[in-house]
C-alpha cells in the first residue's frame, strides 16, 4: 500500500508569489491535514480535510488556504508569500472516520519551501 | 488550553543502551490521545507509539514503551536496546477528541545514538 505522497519534495519561491503544494492520502484514507514545521515554532496545525469539508482550522492568516477533492487528494495554497513562510509542510492522512483521540496519522515526507 | 512540554532539546545514548525521553502536557480534556513519532533526516513522521489517557495499562510497540503517569500528566518514551538507526528527532504530541482533533506537538528531541 503506498504511503502519503507529497509533491514537490523542494520549493524555491520568492516574496509576493503564491504557491500550491499537493498531497496523495493513503488509499482509502478521506481525512488530510496539513501541519507547519518550523525550528523555531516547531510543528503547528494549519487545516484538516474530510470529504472535501474543512473540518477545523489553526491559527494561520487568510493567505495560507487548502482544498480537498473527490479522490481525497488535497492541495495546499499560500498567496503573497512572506519570507516567514519558509517551512517544511507536512500533510498526514487517516482513515477512521469517527472523532476518535487514537485515530493514527501517517505523514509524508513533506515539501521544504524556501521563500527568498 | 492544551500544551506538550519535551524539556530535553538533545540526548545521547550508546548503542545498545535504553533511553527515556520526557514529555509532560496538559489538558482539561478528559478523552486524549498521545503519540510519539519519529523524524529522521528525510523529514518524514514515523508514527510510534499511542497511549490514550483511558487505557489501564502503558503502551509497548516492539522496543517502544511508554510510561505513562497520568497524575503526573507525563508520557516518557523508552527506547530499549538502541541502535543507530534511532538517532532522529523525537516528538510528542496530542490530541483530543470531537473537535479538538489536532495535533498539538512538542518542541521535540533529539536523540543521537553513538556506536
Known amino acids: 500500500k503506498a504511503g502519503v505522497t507529497q509533491t514537490p519534495r523542494y520549493l524555491i519561491k520568492t516574496r509576493g508569489q503564491q504557491v500550491t503544494l499537493s498531497c496523495s492520502p493513503i488509499s482509502g484514507h478521506r481525512s488530510v491535514s496539513w501541519y507547519q514545521q518550523t525550528p523555531g515554532q516547531g510543528l503547528q496545525f494549519l487545516f484538516e480535510y474530510f470529504s472535501e469539508t474543512q473540518r477545523n482550522k489553526g491559527n494561520f492568516p487568510g493567505r495560507f488556504s487548502g482544498r480537498q477533492f473527490s479522490n481525497s487528494r488535497s492541495e495546499m495554497n499560500v498567496s503573497t508569500l512572506e519570507l516567514g513562510d519558509s517551512a517544511l509542510y507536512l500533510c498526514?492522512?487517516?482513515?477512521?472516520?469517527?472523532?476518535?483521540?487514537?485515530?493514527?496519522?501517517?505523514f509524508g515526507s513533506g515539501t521544504q519551501l524556501s521563500v527568498l | 488550553a492544551q500544551k506538550i512540554t519535551q524539556t530535553q532539546p538533545g540526548m545521547f545514548v550508546q548503542e545498545k543502551e535504553a533511553v527515556t525521553l520526557d514529555c509532560t502536557y496538559d489538558?482539561?480534556?478528559?478523552?486524549?490521545?498521545l503519540f510519539w513519532y519519529k523524524q529522521p533526516s528525510s523529514g518524514e513522521m514515523i508514527f510510534l507509539i499511542y497511549q490514550g489517557s483511558y487505557d489501564q495499562q502503558n503502551a509497548t510497540e516492539g522496543r517502544y514503551s511508554l510510561n505513562f503517569q497520568k497524575a503526573r500528566k507525563s508520557a516518557n518514551l523508552v527506547i530499549s536496546a538502541s541502535q543507530l538507526g534511532d538517532s532522529a528527532m523525537y516528538f510528542c504530541?496530542?490530541?483530543?477528541?470531537?473537535?479538538?482533533?489536532?495535533?498539538?506537538w512538542g518542541l521535540g528531541t533529539s536523540l543521537a545514538v553513538n556506536p
Open positions: 489538558t482539561s480534556d478528559p478523552s486524549y490521545g
Open positions: 504530541a496530542m490530541r483530543g477528541a470531537g473537535n479538538n482533533r489536532k495535533l498539538i
Open positions: 498526514a492522512s487517516s482513515g477512521l472516520e469517527r472523532d476518535r483521540a487514537n485515530e493514527k496519522l501517517f
